[in-house]
């Protein structure tokens, strides 16, 4: 349908659920009317990180008020396993204990309290064993979770020795809880013939329902799980969530009763994976412009006790290690290291975060090493015309729009003139230094496990003509519920309010892939629409019966069809066509063509397309405390011909203060006992509204839209902005440079006690 | 049990409650009324803001029993029948809101912060707000909604 045509699609419509959000009516799942005899289940936790439990005693606990039953590890009637690849995530330990808090039973008790209360009555006694908990210790015990991988091309050796200039380097890079508002929940309905209802904050509902259905031993088809809405996912609730829904169901199964689980906010920090810890240790020649002529970089990823995604999430940092830029020669090295903490797992951008920054750092080091302004450094080393356009994995860049945008921002921002005024600022000030910066992304957009790049929707049209509309898709606040109801609602020419969004569900679209991947509007807005044309379709041709006209005719818009001269209101013509007995339900399905990937040989086109963007920062440092302030930040992002422009803003605004708080204020902290330090946003410092940029301005990139076929010419928003915030850090390490003349080790996050830190290992000020 | 009563939303209630109940428990399960939501547990991310006697609480740091005597208002009471107050309206006309789930702490915060204040700063607007977190928007669109419902609200 071509953009004139379009009345719903590209307009800045509100949230689906804004009027019930600021009313207090949309419903979380623990905000539904609790079914009558309703349990609350609550986990009982080890507290080593490693060893072997020798004695259980439960007594204490199965005697505390309101404890109806227990269950333990012989109560699981199928497989005891919520993995979601490799199954290796027990969801009771069996007695062998691979992290601090790792489940070892669970309480069903009256109430929630009760139930809490409980878990901590019981009395266990351990075998501690070694545990390795830094990526130091897995690494040089050589513990992982899956093989070495690696990828690249040319003689890295060679070419590394005949560089006209060397160096090499480090980074720590810190992980990052995921701090959804709501924390894992379900809820969980026992009905006739063994079936469950399970209502699960999860975005990857299919996963949930096979795992609670091979828990109980049932078939998938005795198992529904529905999910209207999330507060919030970040990837935190695509494979994690799961387990929650398996100790619900448990404890419905044994008992009968239905069963609910809310884990506290300290239990979900500690129970549940993260974004990966990452080391990168970087080898790179480049020429005296800072062109990057060949690099060796290895990749450590910290994964915790099992695999869970961290085989895809390293994958996906690998590809990212490039970003914007065309490296020559190459060798990307990558290992997934196990340690006895809990399962790192997705976290928006995927491991692709951790690359960028890789390579961001590199940057910086070159620029700093050269003494050169790092922008002059990046724009030097992006993709360029034939010969300088193939990633590290050999896909084409063919959609390479990084050089304009960066000249369109560099300008808008007037970073020149304000890199003079840096300069001068920093010439007057002893205490007080600047940084500026400006990093871009190139963000790869689909699954890189090929066969996830599929999408199911259902569309009914009833006889009022209004719209009944599902898909596989989950709504996390994201907005891709509305965006994909504006689809539809385009496809028959009406209002968007007569398009109902309904809960998604596996009861309705079967074998769906997770809302992850910044894919979600791609996928299913795609499936809907094909759903929805099909309906047309079929609409059209009974209009064109109706008025002896042609097909090709009939036209739907402003709620009405047209054909020729004549006009029929929609529902008239919904009317008349189920009289006529035409269908009007219809499914949708789309599968993301030209994609795929080559494991042995580490290439492929892994990438329907890129998703662009960049960004300036500006920051003052105080080199007596380390402490800082971003002063102003300058966003011009790529989101193709937007489906919706005020929810793809605020996926960018979001997307960078979550990026610029992982690599600022969010710090994670173990303990050589394994034990998570930081398991509260006491000590866990995600950003509040005064954390943001004194100025921060945000456009969307006006280009050609997307270059790929994707639904109506946008491009996905989800992950890309989140490594916006890379700009942050990147000025902190530029106003450290400013500072003592040499490129720092400041590590992420670059908290202000690891500012002052690198003040100090330069030598500033002491 | 001690028993208590208060007006709620504008309507009175009253009943025994447990000591130990918290505000928020009793605001969501002796009452029903959920739009109250519980992010942290332990008084920081705001989510559960209610008005107590026109000021904002986080109905998770205090006791039922507290409130006995007093007027509580939570995100349910904020409307006028259909007529949304202008915090809200503001709310959805900004953008204010992603996910939701920090929403009705969110506004609730922000109606007691700018009562009387209808040119209240954004400075002003986000230290106020300190105590509300949000996952989602970067806080953007969230200080743009609060200066507008300020203006809406008036002196």
């Known amino acids: 349908m071509p953009d004139t045509q379009l009345r719903e699609v590209r307009q800045p419509k509100a949230h689906d659920s804004a009027i019930k959000q600021i009313t207090g009516e949309a419903r979380y799942i623990d905000d539904q009317r609790e079914p009558a005899g309703l349990l609350h289940c609550y986990p009982g936790k080890a507290s080593i990180a490693s060893g072997k439990v020798v004695a259980m005693d439960l007594s204490a606990v199965a005697a505390a008020p309101g404890v109806v039953s227990l269950i333990k590890v012989a109560d699981i009637p199928g497989k005891n396993d919520c993995s979601p690849i490799f199954g290796d995530d027990p969801i009771i330990s069996e007695g062998q204990i691979t992290f601090h808090g790792q489940v070892i039973f669970a309480v069903l008790a009256e109430t929630r309290d009760q139930a809490r209360w409980a878990a901590q009555l019981a009395k266990v006694e351990y075998e501690e064993e070694k545990a390795f908990i830094s990526v130091e210790q897995a690494n040089s015990n050589d513990s992982t979770v899956l093989p070495d991988y690696q990828m690249g091309r040319g003689d890295v050796v060679v070419d590394l020795a005949k560089a006209s200039n060397r160096l090499q380097g480090h980074l720590e890079i810190g992980g990052q809880d995921h701090f959804y508002l709501e924390g894992h929940v379900s809820m969980v309905e026992p009905g006739e013939d063994g079936d469950m209802l399970v209502h699960c904050s999860t975005q990857h509902p299919t996963e949930a329902q096979h795992q609670v259905a091979d828990c109980l031993g049932v078939p998938h088809h005795a198992v529904e799980v529905r999910i209207r809405r999330m507060g919030g996912g970040f990837g935190g609730k695509e494979s994690q969530s799961g387990q929650w829904a398996c100790l619900a169901a448990i404890g419905a199964k044994m008992t009968g009763h239905p069963v609910k689980i ?122 360029g015309d034939e010969g300088r356009n193939t990633t590290p994995y050999e896909m084409e860049v063919f959609d390479n729009i990084a050089p304009e945008l960066i000249e369109q921002l560099e300008a808008s921002s007037n970073y020149q003139n304000r890199r003079a005024e840096v300069v001068e600022f920093n010439r007057k000030n002893k205490y007080l230094k600047k940084g500026l910066s400006l990093t871009p992304v190139k963000f790869g957009i689909s699954f890189t496990a090929t066969h996830m790049n599929q999408a199911g929707a259902l569309v009914h049209v009833y006889g009022d003509g209004s719209i009944g509309l599902n898909h596989g898709g989950t709504e996390m606040g994201q907005g891709l519920y509305v965006k994909v109801a504006q689809v539809v609602a385009d496809s028959f020419g009406i209002d968007l309010e007569r398009v109902k969004i309904t809960s998604t569900t596996t009861a309705k679209v079967p074998n769906t892939s997770p809302t992850a991947a910044s894919s979600g509007a791609d996928l299913n807005g795609m499936a809907a629409k094909i759903a929805a044309d099909e309906i047309r379709g079929r609409l059209a041709e009974f209009a064109a019966g109706l008025f002896q006209a042609s097909k090709d005719d009939v036209r739907f818009e402003n709620n009405e069809v047209v054909v020729g001269t004549e006009r029929l209101d929609f529902t008239d013509l919904v009317k008349k066509a189920i009289f006529a007995r035409v269908s009007l339900s219809s499914t949708g399905y789309y599968k993301t063509p030209e994609i795929q990937w080559d494991v042995a040989t580490g290439t492929g086109k892994p990438f329907f397309y890129f998703a662009y963007g960049a960004a300036v920062s500006e920051v003052t440092i105080d080199c007596f405390t380390g402490e800082y302030k971003v002063d102003r930040v300058d966003i011009l992002h790529d989101v193709g011909h937007s489906l919706n422009p005020a929810i793809d803003k605020g996926q960018i605004e979001g997307g960078f203060i979550q990026g610029m708080g992982w690599l600022t204020t969010e710090e994670l ?86 500012v002052l830190l690198a003040l100090r290992d330069g030598d500033y000020l002491v | ?124 607007i986000r230290e106020g707000l300190e105590g509300n977190i949000c996952r989602c928007t970067g806080y953007h669109n969230i200080v743009k909604s609060v200066q507008a419902g300020a203006k809406a609200m008036g002196g």
């Open chain 1, 262 to 383: 809310r884990l506290d906010r300290d239990d979900d920090m500690i129970l549940t994976g993260k974004r990966h810890e990452f080391e990168a240790s970087y080898d790179v020649g480049f020429d005296n412009q800072g062109r990057i002529e060949a690099i060796d970089l290895t990749l450590l990823g910290r994964c915790g006790h099992s695999a869970d995604l961290s085989g895809a999430i390293c994958d996906r940092a690998m590809m990212h290690s490039d970003n914007a830029y065309f490296l020559p020669s190459v060798a990307i090295h990558s290992r997934r290291l196990r340690t006895h903490t809990v399962s790192n797992t997705a976290f928006r951008g995927f491991g692709g975060p951790q690359g960028v920054l890789s390579i961001e750092r590199v940057m910086d080091h070159i620029a700093s090493s050269l003494g050169i302004d790092a922008l002059e450094v990046r724009k030097v080393n992006l993709y």
């Open chain 1, 669 to 754: 902290k173990w303990d050589d006992k394994g034990r998570l330090r930081t398991h509260a946003p006491s000590t866990y410092k995600i950003p509040t509204a005064t954390d943001t940029p004194d100025v921060f301005n945000v456009d969307l990139f006006k280009g050609d839209g997307n270059r790929a076929e994707t639904i109506y010419r946008s491009k996905a928003v989800g992950e890309p902005p989140l490594m916006l915030g890379i700009a942050v850090f990147s000025a902190l390490t530029n106003a450290v440079v400013n500072a003592t003349g040499r490129m720092p080790k400041l590590n992420a996050p670059a908290t202000p006690e690891a």
């Open chain 2, 1 to 124: 049990m001690p028993s208590i009563s208060l007006t709620l939303n504008g309507r009175s209630v009253s009943g025994e409650v447990e000591t130990k109940t918290l505000l928020v428990d009793y605001i969501r399960e002796n009452q029903k009324l959920t739009g109250t939501h519980v992010g942290c547990d332990t008084s920081q991310c705001g989510s559960c803001v209610v008005h107590v006697d026109g000021k904002s609480v986080k109905s998770c740091t205090m006791l039922a029993v507290q409130v006995d005597g007093s007027e509580v208002t939570t995100i349910e009471g904020l409307a006028t029948g259909e007529e949304l107050h202008p915090m809200q309206e503001a709310f959805r006309q900004n953008h204010g809101l992603q996910c939701g789930f920090c929403t009705p702490g969110m506004v609730m915060s922000a109606v007691d912060l700018v009562a009387g204040n209808p040119d209240i700063s954004e400075t002003e």
